[in-house]
């Protein structure tokens, strides 16, 4: 099993940045990439990014190009995604995921993901 626990959620007014911080913890070691969903209210669960751990490659949401930056630090076990020119439709329920059964081809989808953090909340005002 892989634990995940996020922090860095909050509240900023549009323009601003936050940054979200996942620490795996546990049979981290299995972890084949790492990623972030988000739930707004009253819509789907929708894949934002995810990064692999060993090549570091990455992939992003439309929406969120250009705007949002996933990282990882190996030694840490922990990822990251920075936030910058936060809008309003921003505003979620933020979950890390985590994966011992990647696959590249659906790197967007929920069942790719079989350790999910708790989430944390980020709201934008405008």
């Known amino acids: 099993q892989v634990q995940l626990v996020e922090s860095g959620g909050g509240w900023v007014q549009a323009g601003g940045s936050l940054r979200l911080s996942c620490a795996a913890s546990?049979?981290?070691?299995?972890?084949?990439?790492m990623g972030w969903f988000r739930q707004a209210p009253g819509k789907e669960r929708e894949f934002v990014a995810s990064i692999t751990w060993s090549g570091g490659n990455t992939y992003y949401t439309d929406s969120v190009k250009g705007r949002f930056t996933i990282s990882r630090d190996n030694a840490k076990n922990t990822a990251y995604l920075q936030m910058s020119n936060l809008k309003p439709e921003d505003t979620a329920v933020y979950y890390c995921?985590?994966?011992?059964?990647?696959?590249?081809?659906?790197?967007?989808?929920?069942?790719?993901?079989?350790?999910w953090g708790q989430g944390t909340q980020v709201t934008v005002s405008s």
């Open positions: 546990g049979r981290a070691f299995s972890v084949y990439a």
């Open positions: 995921v985590a994966t011992n059964q990647w696959n590249p081809y659906y790197y967007y989808s929920p069942s790719v993901y079989n350790f």
